[in-house]
Nanobody, 121 residues
């Protein structure tokens, strides 16, 4: 059974940092892109970041560029999202996703259950 399990969310203050983790199991994720979406209450799901299998292709959503950094360790089947200088508008449930190919997309092969990030002002 394929699972993507996120962790690392929490309640932080404006300007703080958090590092989200997503561990994949039950499948060999060779050639899979991994990444993150987020969804705030009452808003549509938003693309955050994607990273290819070899980490050669990395993209960020405009709202997080320069503040968030994505990375992965294929030996550990893990992808991380380092989030710095957090803002109230970063408050959302963050979802890990995996998709065969160079990038994740709106339709992905696998999704995690999500982890809540709340940034308090």
């Amino acid at each position: 059974q394929v699972q993507l399990v996120e962790s690392g969310g929490g309640l932080v203050q404006v300007g703080d940092s958090l590092r989200l983790s997503c561990v994949a199991s039950g499948h060999t994720f060779s050639s899979y892109a991994m990444g993150w979406f987020r969804q705030a209450p009452g808003k549509e799901r938003e693309f955050v970041s994607t990273i290819s299998w070899g980490s050669g292709s990395i993209r960020y959503g405009d709202s997080v560029k320069g503040r968030f950094t994505i990375s992965r360790d294929n030996a550990k089947n893990t992808v991380w999202l380092q989030m710095n200088n957090l803002k109230p508008e970063d408050t959302a449930v963050y979802y890990c996703a995996a998709r065969l190919g160079l990038t994740i997309a709106s339709q992905n092969d696998y999704w995690g259950q999500g982890t809540q990030v709340t940034v308090s002002s």
